[in-house]
């Protein structure tokens, strides 16, 4: 009787202590790294004398190059080239000069909204930050919090 005393007892405090969601133990809290991502980037245009624009999301974007083709939708397919780095210059990912071809809708939110402003024969610079990019998680080497900076050039609006 002793026994089922201490194991009813040990089962009440271990179920009274559990809840329906993930233990946060398991789960980081997202961090909101607005304040600081916003500072990095006008630090970024500041040290590099750029003319920058800022959407209502955050993004951050300078046309170099408007382009005067096809102009593509959040959802087109397109072929762009690419250099992504950090803002200390060191190179996450880059495409050939021939570029990539992708759907808008399933790439970073800073590319799905950036992309759309320029139109064939584009290019530009998009500094993304982390909650338009990776977020608050490291993913694929990028540490999370990150801005990212885009070299970008539009090549061709596919569909």
Known sequence: MKHLFSALLVMTLFISCTSNDTPTALVPP?????????????????????????????????????GTGTQPTATSNVTVAYKGYYTNGKIVDQ??????????????????????????????????????????FTNNGIPGGSVLVFDVKLIKVNK
């Open 30 to 66: 997202k961090t909101d790294y607005t304040v600081e991502n916003d500072k990095e980037i006008t630090d970024y245009i500041a040290k590099n004398k750029l003319t920058a624009f800022k959407t209502d999301s955050g993004l951050y974007y300078v046309i170099t190059e408007p």
């Open 95 to 136: 495409s050939t000069a021939a570029g990539l071809s992708f759907d808008l809708n399933k790439v970073i939110k800073g590319w799905t909204e950036g992309i759309p402003l320029f139109k064939e024969g584009g290019s530009g610079i998009l500094l993304v930050p982390s909650h338009l990019g990776y977020g608050s």
